[in-house]
Every structure is written in structure tokens, then in C-alpha cells.
């Protein structure tokens, strides 16, 4: 063995004694509970929720197949209820998700089990907006989603999922008797 390549050895055994730790790392950077908000279908809007709701995660005895949140606007993050999500995937078959009153939506593996790439269009009433690629095999939207109104690297990251240009029709400040808040805890 060359020392060249008992460096790459080396490099490769760590990378993979670290695929744990990983995803710890990215689990624990999602924070705590917000406090009054229940583990359950409110909690965690705009988070990657695959990364706890999968195998290996803290919630893997509820796994999602996909899963993310739809905001009503593009620079504030209050939750759209009643929103689609229709998805088709790999072999033509579809599903359609809705969201909660924060915007969360869920697949579990009793509902649809999507062969990837999957094709994503969301909608309510007469406004939908399509993504143009497809989503390769992430589980949450907010993989690439992200929460945080300025983006870190553009190339790999896009910012949240909203609905309406500027606020929800009639509901500003998202549903009036959600059991929850529906603007995302520390956003505008
Ligand atoms: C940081 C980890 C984490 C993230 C991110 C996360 N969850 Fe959870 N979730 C949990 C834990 C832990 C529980 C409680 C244990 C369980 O139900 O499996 C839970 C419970 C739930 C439950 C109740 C499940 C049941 O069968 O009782 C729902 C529904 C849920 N989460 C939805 C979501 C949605 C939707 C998202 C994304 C918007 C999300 N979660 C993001 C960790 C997380
Ligand atoms: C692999 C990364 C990735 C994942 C995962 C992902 N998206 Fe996207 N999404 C993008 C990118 C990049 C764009 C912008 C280009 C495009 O439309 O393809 C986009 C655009 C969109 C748009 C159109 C935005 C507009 O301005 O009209 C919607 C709606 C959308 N995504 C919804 C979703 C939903 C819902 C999910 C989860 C089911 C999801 N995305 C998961 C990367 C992703």
C-alpha cells in the first residue's frame, strides 16, 4: 500500500464512522421543542422533518415517505391551511397531501410509498405554483427548503415554500382557531 492510499483508507473509515454522528449533528441543530407546542402534526414548521421521522431518527416509529411545510408568503413564514401538495412519482403514480393549519404535511408509508425522482405542484383554490425539477430522493422539502431568509449558498439551497405572492387571501395571519400560532416561531 502506498502511503497515498493508506491516507484515502483512513479518510474513507472515518467518513464512515461519522455517518451517525451526522446525523446527530443535523438533528441537534434543529433545536428544541418550541415551548406550548406539542411533538406532533404542529410542531417544527419549515424543518427537514425526514431527518427525525425515519429510520435511525428520533422519531422513526412515525416515518414519513415525504413531508415539508407551505408558507403563504415569500418573506414571512405564516402557514397556509388547506394547501395540495400533488406529487407523481418515477412510475406515473400520484398522491395528493394537504396541509395543517401551520402548513405541515405528512405522507406516511401507509398512505404512498413514491418510487423517486418525484414531480411537485402545490395549490389551493386557483393559484398553484409548479417545481420545475424533480425531487431525486430527499423525503423533506426543506433538504433544500430552507427557512433562512438569506440564503447561505444559492447553488444548493432555495428558500421556502409559499403559495401567494403576498399575503393569504382573506387570512393574513394564517387561520384565526389554529390550535397553534401559524406564523413560524421567531419570524416576522
Ligand atoms: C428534530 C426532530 C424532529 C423534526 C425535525 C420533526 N419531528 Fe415530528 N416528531 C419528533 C418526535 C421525537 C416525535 C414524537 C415521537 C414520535 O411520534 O415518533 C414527533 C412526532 C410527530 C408527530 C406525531 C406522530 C404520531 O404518530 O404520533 C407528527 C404528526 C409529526 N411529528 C410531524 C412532523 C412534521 C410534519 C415535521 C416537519 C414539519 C416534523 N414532525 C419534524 C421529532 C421531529
Ligand atoms: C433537491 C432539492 C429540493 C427538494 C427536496 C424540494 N425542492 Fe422544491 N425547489 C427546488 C429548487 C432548486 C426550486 C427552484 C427551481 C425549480 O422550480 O425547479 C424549487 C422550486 C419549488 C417550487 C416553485 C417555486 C416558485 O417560485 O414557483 C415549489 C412550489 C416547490 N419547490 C415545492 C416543493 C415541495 C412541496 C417539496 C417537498 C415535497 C420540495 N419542493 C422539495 C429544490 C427542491
Redesign the pocket.
Known amino acids: 500500500m502506498t502511503r497515498a492510499s493508506m491516507v484515502l483508507a483512513g479518510i474513507a473509515l472515518t467518513f464512515l464512522s461519522c455517518a451517525d454522528p451526522v446525523l446527530s449533528d443535523a438533528?441537534s441543530a434543529?433545536g428544541a421543542e418550541t415551548s406550548g407546542v406539542d411533538?406532533?402534526?404542529f410542531?417544527?414548521?419549515?424543518?427537514?422533518?425526514g431527518?427525525?421521522?425515519q429510520e435511525g431518527?428520533?422519531?422513526?416509529?412515525?416515518p414519513f415517505t415525504v413531508?415539508?411545510?407551505v408558507f403563504a408568503q415569500p418573506l414571512r413564514q405564516v402557514g397556509v391551511e388547506g394547501a395540495e401538495i400533488r406529487m407523481t412519482d418515477a412510475e406515473g403514480t400520484t398522491h395528493i397531501a394537504k396541509t395543517n393549519c401551520v402548513g405541515?404535511?405528512?405522507v406516511t408509508p401507509a398512505e404512498w410509498v413514491p418510487k423517486f425522482p418525484i414531480l411537485v405542484e402545490i395549490g389551493k383554490g386557483n393559484v398553484r405554483r409548479t417545481m420545475r425539477s424533480t425531487i431525486g430522493r430527499d423525503a423533506s422539502c426543506a433538504g433544500c427548503h430552507s427557512t433562512t431568509l438569506e440564503i447561505a449558498d444559492p447553488l444548493s439551497q432555495v428558500g421556502h415554500i409559499y403559495l401567494f405572492a403576498t399575503d393569504e387571501p382573506g387570512s393574513p395571519e394564517g387561520t384565526a382557531d389554529c390550535a397553534v400560532d401559524p406564523k413560524r416561531p421567531g419570524t416576522k
Do not use: D, M, V, W
Not at 431518527?57 to 412515525?62: D, L, R, T
Open positions: 438533528i434543529q411533538k406532533g402534526e410542531h417544527r414548521a419549515g424543518q427537514p422533518c431527518l427525525c421521522h431518527g428520533p422519531a422513526s416509529g412515525s413531508a415539508g411545510t405541515n404535511f405528512k
